[in-house]
């Protein structure tokens, strides 16, 4: 608890929640004086319009019955709820009426200093040697401005006090998660693959990083529990040929020296076999390792079938097969055109390969409930249903297959480059040989790009 206290201090959030204070702050001060400077200025410009008003007055006074009744106008606005606090009337240097001390002559505003305050005032002539001065204490202007600068001071602590306040909690609550994040990420570094960052469901920018993390998390989990299955894979489906590789070694050293040599080239043989598995195999984890979906671009599938019809047509011949493309729609996927090359390829190599001469062969390209369907169809002995599934997994190979050469890894090739591509791949039950299709999930015409 007491770390987090310290803790706050140095977080993103309370430098910011600082920085927002303080600009706060300095606004406070620049429009607190920016206040001081206007209401003073309207005072001081009021106090001279009273006083001008009073001017006015003692002038008329003066015009229309002369000193006498200039005197009694002095002395009523002196007596009354006057608006000015100070007047002076006075002839030829002598005091005639009010409550200053006689002045050398001059007119205009006045400012004079009484007992310590300031008395803003104006003055004018009214006659030749004939002076009226009105003028009021600026010691009330003092009083506003004191005030104002006290609701100035106060806002200025409650804000600071809010700003730093809020910074905290802010802090505080940013650390709680932040610090849930690193635990989360500790307990995945100690081995507990499990932990995940705790998410409140707020959808803020701490619970979509939450989100991001996991699902990053998810995926390092996913890859290396892929890597895992490869390594067992690998290791477990690599003894058997390595095995019949060893006996075949120490049999030819126990057998006459004649025979070396014919071991030897065994020996080679069966080792290129080791490699292509061992190739093949990674290729698998490759493509389930799901790299490559990055590189997908728009394939369209009917120009795809025709590269394989030429490519094929001349072998398919060779083996005494027929080959044909049927494309009922042009459809477009996004993909990677050499995967989807790599997985028809397996499908026509093996009606190519396990089935006997005279078979015919059919690639076709549908829509399907608007879902693209590539077949690789034959009329060959088929596969009995019960084996269908059994046909994609690693190293499968039916007993009438042993004598061809193969791996039993073609199928799963397919279905792993099928996976990435989202789609489904299965045997369509009740066909005449052997039918295999592809069912994508999303269709596009080329003309709709
Ligand atoms: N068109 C087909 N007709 C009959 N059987 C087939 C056909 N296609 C595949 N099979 C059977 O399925 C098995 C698995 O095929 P898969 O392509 O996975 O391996 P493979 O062809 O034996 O070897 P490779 O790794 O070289 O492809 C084959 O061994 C064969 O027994
Ligand atoms: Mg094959």
């Known amino acids: 608890m007491c770390c987090v206290r310290i803790r706050f201090l140095h977080t993103e959030a309370f430098r910011l929640s600082a920085i927002y204070a303080a600009i706060f702050a300095l606004s406070v001060i620049l429009l607190g004086g920016l206040a001081l400077v206007i209401t003073e200025r309207a005072f001081r410009d009021q106090v001279v319009q009273f006083s001008q008003a009073d001017i006015a007055a003692i002038q008329n006074g003066y015009d229309v019955e002369g000193l006498g009744e200039a005197r009694e106008v002095v002395q009523q606005s002196m007596a009354g709820p006057g608006v000015s606090d100070f007047f002076l009337l006075q002839k030829d240097g002598r005091l005639v009426a009010g409550n200053l001390p006689v002045m050398p002559p001059r007119t205009g505003v006045f400012s004079l200093d009484k007992g310590g305050h300031e008395i803003l005032g104006v003055g004018k002539m009214l006659a030749p040697g004939v002076y ?9 202007a003092l009083i506003a401005r004191q005030e104002i600068l006290q609701a100035m001071i106060w806002l200025f602590a409650v804000a600071l006090l809010l700003a730093v306040t809020g910074g905290a909690l802010v802090s505080r609550s940013f650390l709680r998660r932040s610090d849930a994040m690193a635990r989360a990420c500790r307990a995945i ?21 939450a989100g991001t993390i996991n699902e990053m998390l998810d995926r390092i989990v996913a890859l290396m529990g892929n890597l895992h299955q490869v390594t ?26 004649s025979e070396h040599a014919q071991a030897l080239g065994a020996a080679i043989a069966k080792t290129d076999d080791i ?7 990674l290729r698998i984890a490759e493509i389930e390792g799901g790299k490559r979906r990055g590189a997908f671009v728009p394939v369209a599938l009917g120009a795809l079938l025709g590269r394989l019809y030429e490519l094929f047509g001349p072998v398919a011949e060779a083996a005494g097969h027929s080959l044909a493309v049927d494309i ?8 990677d055109p050499a995967l989807l090359t790599q997985l028809l390829s397996n499908l026509i190599e093996n009606a190519i390969l396990h089935t006997p001469s005279g078979t015919h062969i059919t690639m076709s390209l549908a829509v399907l409930d608007s879902r693209p369907a590539l077949t690789v169809a034959d009329d060959g002995p088929g596969v009995p249903a019960n084996e269908h599934e059994k046909l994609f997994q690693r190293l499968y190979r039916r007993e009438a297959s042993r004598t061809h050469p193969g ?10 480059i099928a996976e990435l591509h989202g789609a489904q791949i299965g045997v369509i039950p009740g066909s005449p040989g052997l039918a295999i299709r592809v069912l994508f999930s ?6 709709d790009s």
């Open 275 to 281: 490699l292509v598995l061992f190739a093949a195999m």
């Open 328 to 335: 009922r729609h042009d459809v477009e996927v996004r993909g």
């Open 407 to 416: 791996h039993g890894l073609g199928l799963s090739i397919a279905q792993a």
């Open 189 to 209: 570094m100690d081995g507990d693959l499990k932990a995940r960052i705790p998410m409140r469901g707020t959808q803020d920018e701490l619970d979509r990083l």
């Open 132 to 140: 009226a001065w009105s003028g009021s204490d600026l010691a009330r």
């Open 442 to 447: 999303a269709a596009r015409t080329p003309s």
């Open 232 to 257: 067992n894979d690998i290791a477990h489906d690599l003894r058997t040929p390595v095995s019949q590789l060893r006996q075949g070694l120490e049999r030819a050293q126990e057998g006459p020296q």
